[in-house]
Structure formats: structure tokens, C-alpha cells
């Protein structure tokens, strides 16, 4: 089959008057790039599968865009899900989901790349493959479908929608996406020697690119799995991650995309370093990403000046998943402060470790003009689930950082703590209304003012694929209901303190529909299937969210097998068991994971392997990685004036 | 401080930009394009940009307009390209003249708009316009914040016809999207001019009028394209040029300002010259 590549916007367009924020649909964006169709021999579109204002300034979809536009003979386009007022218009008339580049329909690439931060975008997954006329099932697709990819952090445990997929990457994308389109271009170019089955046996047997239909699940009676086994030679038994090293050698994203349409983050942002050490055990990113890689300062230094005439952004957002640990953290923030005065450019570090910040970086970054809040993330309320998490901030760090922040002008902190982590009783969780209440007293005695206020910010722990937590089991929605109420009743009857401590929380529903899907197997893609066919739409957004509809459908497609959401959330998992994500390698140890997973039972806490030896967390050895990080003792020198 | 006017579109696919999303692109591209602003003072500083009277989003406009005050002298020629180069393509900047008078916004008094009614016969709709201007009342409804409001479409309609399909192309050019959708079958194009009162009548107002008295019920959704606006010639009930007084202002006595212009070496004459329309 035959299909001519034409912009469908003179189509969608006519549906435009009828929609809800038009501009996201039209692209346009500063930066953004149109290749030439027929210039291209693969050709990628990539999608964020949330809304535009949230897709738009993912970071992962813009390094991307713009590694493969920077090659010859490889174009990337983006695509984001549209609304459920675009799409039923869409439907109604016809028109199939699109790029906002140049308009062309999905089912026209070679490579559909879907980035998932989060399991509540697989929905959304669905609607896009449907709404671009591919398949949804990967078994039915055919020679012209483009070969869908899945990557993101929650791609370490693509199982519950390996139907619906034809490949997926872990780890790091720039690499991989070259040597993907390395092979698609091959393929092609040979015309397409056996088809969509030799396409993926030739990306599977590279080693990087789980293909799941390669792969076999087999389970026990008692519904465990009893193994995952290749059914296809030349296949790897295991498929493991990617990881960039030298982010100095990889600037990106160059130019990065200035939206039109509002959008949740207005900023330059340049990811410090990747990976973290720190060794949290709710934390997946952490250990999904180890080890740490810093950019180096003049490297930052570059890419933040290069950003900033690209773009005409007025504040920098230097992204990492826990800024204030950069070695050179201090220089870094005080050498772009100067640079930047006149411009009148805020500094943002929007993970901020409690005993890594400091006033003199506080400082800098509130120079230019901007104070907002101040941040934390203690996580848990006592000592003694703080070194269950492995979260090694002592309440004195905490108190003495908001002192100095209170005594410096600041009115305002925010703390993030979760519910629900294993082992927590409710008196762990009602030392955080103790917490808050020392804060604002401490906060009241050296301000002298009684304005000051601290909001607590609190949501349902989910454990996580590839975690020391992977073998917990989840706190239930009642009972983190429950526990939550009963905090937020601690604070409000407070005579003294209550009036200024801020509760938002979060209820423990969506976070049942995470856990199912994080740590769910195959077997729930005809639950995610049944969602979305009964209107699943946007799962992450509160307003289209429905518990009572995932749990209807769950019940109905679960109804043959063995297993329940429950058993895949509450329960506890035991050493022997074969998990879903197994055969996806991370480089973390099993067995190192499962002895900090009892570690964190006995409240034994791990150091960071920055700053103490090697405890052999296994990824370094596997992936032949290594540590990368300063100080360089290199300053960020003024720039010079060139002024026409 | 030296103020500075500006002419700039929404044309095509970037009609769809609301007012918020233009304001956040302006201050950019005044950011990429080293302007010196002046900014407001307080604690988080803000460019110093008046917006003026902008059209609905959805809608193309020939004819937009605001006001800057920067802190360096700059010749509003050279501030024209800069600008224009630094926005996206459809967000164009047509002028720039040196302010040289207040009270801007008195200046514009009404708008001409265009509005092109695809699968309406040409006929038809003059039977409705014909209908429309007999009457001295014509009420419709709208949707506003505060509930459904009615109000009189008719009063503020100075001058409303049809035109050629060919004179409409040419002043366009293009600023209602995508040119094949005009192309085929009946279409009819009309050119209204509309004063600025309160509540505002919005060419969609006009629509609704037109339906009310003459049941006009276009098949697809009107493009609407505002093609100037200014100070309404009572006597003709045309539009003229709003930068008119800063043009005169600048080429007869030296003010104030354009005598600090002059000072900054730049003749007050040129400040003051149309920077090239598109």
C-alpha cells in the first residue's frame, strides 16, 4: 500500500474553531524543524503521550528531535495525544493523528518512539496508534506500519504493554535511537529483505532493543511467572540498558524548543548531570540511571549561553535529580548569577537536597530577581523510615537549612514527604505535622514574624521495577486514605502552629493504578486494552481519571486468570520470584537490590558510592560504566560584550 | 525613556495564538532581539509593553497593535526588522513609528473586518446584508463570563458589504490559513466595519446577526481576518491610519522626545518614517 505523505492540516484546520487551546495543534514552535519528506530514508516521529503543555518541553522527546534532525538522511517530527474534544472531531471526520511539524500522519514514518515518564500514558498510547490508523495489537501490524518503540523511564517494565509494542529501549536515548535508524536503514535499503519479522530480529539481535514478541512468558500454577525465555535464536536472554557517558560530548538539547502555547515548564533547561547515587530505595530514577555523569561547568556554561539566544527564555532550570549534589554546584550557580544580572535571568534548581543546600547558593539563585519557594523533599517523617528509604537527612539538617532560610527573607517552605512505605506505621507518618510544626516554630523564632508558612506536600508511595522496593508490598487506597486523613487532622487541630502549615495530598487511588501497572506483567494488557476501549483517556490528569473504571475493567479481563489487582499490588514478593522485568538490565545486582531491600528492614542505611567505596550495586562492572564527576576547578568567566 | 508603536499580524496557522500566548512570544523575541526594555519596577520586573484592543483568538489580523518603552534610543526601522526577524513567520512586523502623542488607545475607534463565508452563495448573502442594514435593531446572544448576555449587533456597524473574491485575495494575502480552502465552490466575502463600543460586537456578533435576520447559516466555520483599525471618519465611515498624528508629530515642530531622539543622532523625521509595509 501506497500512501501519499500530505499535510493534514488543511483538514484539521476546518476543526480547529471548535477546539479548546488551537495553538497546540498548529506547531510552528521557534526551533522547531521541517526536513523535506523525500530527503529523508528514516524517518521518526516521536511522541510525548500527554498533552502538549506537558509533552512539549520533555526533555527526553527534544534531545531526540533533535539528534536524529542533526543527521543526514533522518528526519523526527513530534506528536503529542490531542484531547478528547480533538479527537472526537478527529474521528468524526477523519483526520489521523498527525505531527505538529508538518502536519503528516503518524502511520507515514518508519519509526513511531513513544517516551513514557509515567505507566498512566499507556492509554494514551492506545489512542494514538488507533487514531493514526496502525494496529493496536503489534501481532496485526503490517510492512507499512511504522515500527513502534517504546523508552522512558517507565519502559523498564514495558510488560503490561508489550502487546501494543514492536520494540523497546532502556536507558539512555541518543545512542540508541542512531543505531536503531542504523538498522531500519539497512533494512530499507536492501528493500526490505523478510519483512517486519527481519526488521525486528535485526534490532533484537543487536542487544540493546528488547523485542517482546521474541520472548516467551511462562507461569506457574500459582500465577507467579515461572520464567521469560527467548523463542527466537540469535535473541539475547537479557536486554540491557544504554548509557551515555561524557554528557559534555552531548549538549543537547542545542536549540531547544520555544513553544506558542503555555506550557508547564517556561525555561531553559540544562541537565546538570544524570544518574544518582544517593541510594533512596522508593527512588527509580536513581537507580535506573546509575552511575552519575556530571557535565562539566564550562559545559553547562556553554549550553545555558547557546540556550539563551536560541530561545529568549528568562530563567534556567539546572536539571539533574538532585542539582545541589554537582561537585561544582557553588560555582556554577554564582558564575551564571553573574553572568546573567543585567539580563535579569532567574536561576531554578528543582531537586534540592536538604543537607546539600547551603544560603550562599540560596543566595545566588534568588539574585537575579525571583525568590520563590524554597523546596524540600524530606520524604518521611521519622528517623526511623527515613533510614528504611535510605533517605539520610536528620531533622536537624532539616531545621537548621529552614533557619537559615527563614532568617534570610524567605517566607515560604515546601516539604514533600510519601505514605505508604513499607514498614510505616501511623506514627511515622504523624511525626510530619510534628516536623512542619518545629519548622514554623523555628521559622516564627528567627524571622520574628508570624506570616512565615510551611506547606506539606504528601502522595502514596508506589514501589518501582528495578528498586530495593520491588519486592514490597503497596500500602492499599483505604489504608493511605486513612493515614492521610489522620494527618491532615494532626496539623488542622494545632491551635498554635496549625494556621500555618499548608496540607495538599493526594488520594491513594491513582496510585493503585501506577502500582498495578509499574510491576504488572503481560497479562494486563487486556486490562489497559479494556480501559481504553471503555474511554480510558489521560489517566494522570485528575479530571478524566477513573478508578471505578480501571478496577471494573481489571475485574472483567482478569476474570480467567488467577490473579487480581491485588496481586499485583499489596502483595509481598519473596526472593525466588521471577519478575516481570528480569530479563531488562538495568546493571543493577539482583541480589544486591534484594540485600538493601532487607537492609532497609533492619533501618541499615548505604553511603553514596560518590564519597565512600564501591558497595557494589553491580552496574559500573555490567554496563562498563564508571563514575564520572568533578571537580574540574574551572570558573565561568564573564562573557564578553559583543553589542551591535 | 523613548516609546516606540507597532503594526503586526496573525496570519495564517498562528491566528490560532491567543492574546497570553502573544504576549509571552513578544517578550521573548524582545529578549532575543537584545531590545533595550524598560522594565516595571516591583519585585518581579516586567517589560513595559501596552497591548492594545487584540483580536479574538482564532481570528487573523493585519492590523494588531502595541506600545514599548525601552530605556537606549533605537530606530524604530532597524527595532522593526529586528523584531519581525526574532517571531515566527505569521506573527510579522509591519511598522514602527516613534510615539510622539497619547492617548493611543483613543485612537482606535473601530475595526475593518473580513469575513469569508465558505459554501455560502454570493448572492445569498447580500439578500442577508440587505436585510441586516434595514433594520435598526438587530439583538443576539453570546456566551460571555458572566452568563449569556444579549445585546444590539447592529448599532456598531458603520459600513457592512459584499466583495470580489479576487480583491479579498489580495488584501489578505493570505492571513486566513491555508489557501486551498478557499478554492473551490461558493463562497461569499464580506467587509464590514465595526465600531469599538461596550459591550464589543465581534464580526461573530455580526454573524449572529445576520442569522437573526436573515437566517445566513454558513455550512463551515467563518474566517475571520481584521484587516485595520484606527480613528472612524465619521464622514465616510472609513478607517484611517492610527500612527497619522505620530507621523505628523514628528515631521512638524520638534517635541520633547523628538528632540532627545535627535540628541541620540537620530534625525526625528526618519523616526517617524512607515518602516515598509509587507
Known sequence: ?644 | MQRIRLRYTKRGRLRFTSHRDFQRAFERALRRAEVPMAYSAGFTPHPKVSYANAAPTGVGSEAEYLEIALTAHRDPLTLRALLDESLPPGLDVLEAVEVHTSGFADQLQASVWQVRLDGVPREEADVAVEKFLAQEHVEVRRMTKNGERAFDARGAVVALETVDGQVADAVTGGAEGTPDRSGAGACAILRLVVRHLTPAVRPDDVLSGLRAAADLAPPVPAAVTRLAQGPLDEVTGTVTDPFGPDRDAATAVPSTTAGLSAAAGVPPARGGTQAGTA
Open chain 1, 1 to 644: 500500500m501506497i500512501m501519499p505523505v500530505e499535510s493534514v492540516f488543511p483538514r484539521l484546520e476546518a476543526l480547529l474553531p471548535h477546539v479548546q487551546k488551537p495553538i497546540q495543534y498548529v506547531g510552528g514552535e521557534l526551533n522547531s524543524t521541517v526536513k523535506d519528506w523525500d530527503s529523508a530514508d528514516v524517518r521518526w516521529a516521536l511522541m510525548y503521550p500527554d498533552a502538549y503543555e506537558v509533552g512539549l518541553p520533555n526533555q527526553g522527546v527534544m534531545i531526540l528531535y533533535e539528534v536524529l534532525n542533526e543527521r543526514e538522511g533522518v528526519l523526527a517530527e513530534r506528536t503529542y495525544s490531542v484531547w478528547p474534544d480533538l479527537e472526537a472531531l478527529m474521528r468524526e471526520h477523519g483526520v489521523p493523528q498527525f505531527t505538529v511539524d508538518a502536519h503528516r500522519p503518524v502511520k507515514a514514518f518508519d519509526v513511531f518512539g513513544v517516551s513514557f515518564s509515567t505507566e498512566l500514558g499507556y492509554t494514551n498510547l492506545l489512542t494514538a496508534l488507533d487514531l493514526s490508523g496502525i494496529p493496536l495489537e503489534a501481532r496485526d501490524r503490517g510492512l507499512d506500519d511504522p515500527i513502534v518503540v517504546a523508552g522512558g523511564h517507565a519502559a523498564f517494565n514495558p510488560e503490561p504493554i508489550a502487546d501494543f509494542l514492536d520494540c523497546v529501549v532502556v536507558g539512555d536515548g541518543e545512542q540508541a535511537v542512531l543505531e536503531i535508524t542504523d538498522v531500519v536503514r539497512a533494512w530499507k535499503a536492501e528493500g526490505r529483505p523478510g519483512g517486519r519479522e527481519e526488521a525486528l530480529l535485526r534490532l533484537a539481535r543487536t542487544g540493546g532493543v528488547y523485542v517482546p514478541r521474541f520472548y516467551d512468558v511462562e507461569y506457574l500454577p500459582d500465577g507467579r511467572i515461572s520464567r521469560v525465555v527467548p523463542n527466537t535464536p540469535g535473541v539475547p536472554w537479557r536486554v540491557s540498558k544504554h548509557t551515555v557517558m561524557d554528557l559534555d560530548e552531548w549538549p543537547y538539547p542545542k536549540q531547544p524548543l520555544v513553544p506558542l502555547a503555555e506550557t508547564v515548564h517556561e525555561r531553559m533547561s540544562v541537565e546538570i548531570f544524570r544518574g544518582c547515587t544517593r541510594g533512596c530505595r522508593f527512588c527509580q530514577a536513581g537507580m535506573i540511571t546509575r552511575p552519575v555523569r556530571e557535565r562539566s561547568i564550562t559545559g553547562i556554561g556553554d549550553m545555558v549561553e547557546k540556550g539563551l539566544n536560541a530561545t529568549g527564555f528568562e530563567e534556567v532550570g539546572l536539571l539533574s535529580l538532585s542539582s545541589a549534589d554537582h561537585s561544582e554546584i557553588g560555582d556554577i550557580a554564582k558564575g551564571l548569577a553573574d553572568r546573567y544580572e543585567e539580563d535579569k535571568i532567574g536561576l531554578s534548581l528543582p531537586s534540592t537536597r536538604v543537607d546539600a543546600f547551603n544560603i550562599d547558593l540560596a543566595n545566588e539563585l534568588t539574585r537575579n530577581g525571583r525568590r520563590s519557594g524554597l523546596t524540600f523533599a524530606p520524604e518521611g517523617g521519622s528517623e526511623r523510615i527515613r533510614k528504611v528509604i535510605n533517605k539520610m537527612v536528620s531533622e536537624e539538617d532539616l531545621i537548621r537549612t529552614v533557619a537559615t532560610a527563614y532568617g534570610n527573607g524567605w517566607r515560604q517552605v515546601k516539604l514533600y514527604f510519601m505514605c505508604g512505605l513499607p514498614t510505616e506505621t501511623d506514627e511515622d507518618v504523624l511525626q510530619i505535622a510534628e516536623m512542619a510544626k518545629r519548622v514554623i516554630q523555628k521559622g516564627r523564632e528567627v524571622s520574628g514574624r508570624s506570616d512565615i508558612r510551611c506547606t506539606v506536600s504528601i502522595g502514596g508511595f508506589v514501589p518501582k521495577p528495578h528498586t530495593p522496593f520491588q519486592w514490597a508490598p503497596q500500602l492499599g487506597a483505604e489504608e493511605t486514605d486513612a493515614r492521610l486523613e489522620k494527618l491532615r487532622d494532626a496539623i488542622r487541630e494545632d491551635k498554635k502552629y496549625g494556621r500555618s502549615i499548608g496540607f495538599r495530598y493526594h488520594d491513594g487511588k491513582p496510585g493503585i493504578v501506577e502500582g498495578l501497572l509499574s510491576r504488572g506483567d503481560r497479562r494486563l494488557g487486556q486490562v489497559v486494552r479494556a480501559v481504553y476501549e471503555d474511554g480510558g483517556r489521560f489517566d494522570g490528569w485528575r479530571e478524566h481519571f477513573s478508578f471505578e473504571r480501571w478496577m471494573r475493567c481489571a475485574d472483567k479481563a482478569l476474570a480467567d486468570e488467577i490473579v487480581d489487582v491485588d496481586w499485583y499490588t499489596t502483595r509481598e514478593r519473596t526472593y525466588e520470584e521471577v519478575l516481570p522485568w528480569d530479563h531488562l538490565d538495568s546493571g543493577l545486582d539482583k541480589d544486591w537490590l534484594w540485600e538493601d531491600w532487607q537492609d532497609s528492614l533492619e533501618e541499615v542505611e548505604v553511603e553514596d558510592c560518590r564519597w565512600t567505596p564501591c558497595f557494589d550495586c553491580g552496574v559500573c562492572p555490567a554496563m562498563q560504566t564508571e563514575i564520572q564527576v568533578g571537580p574540574t576547578g574551572k570558573k565561568l568567566l564573564p562573557l564578553t560584550v559583543v553589542n551591535g
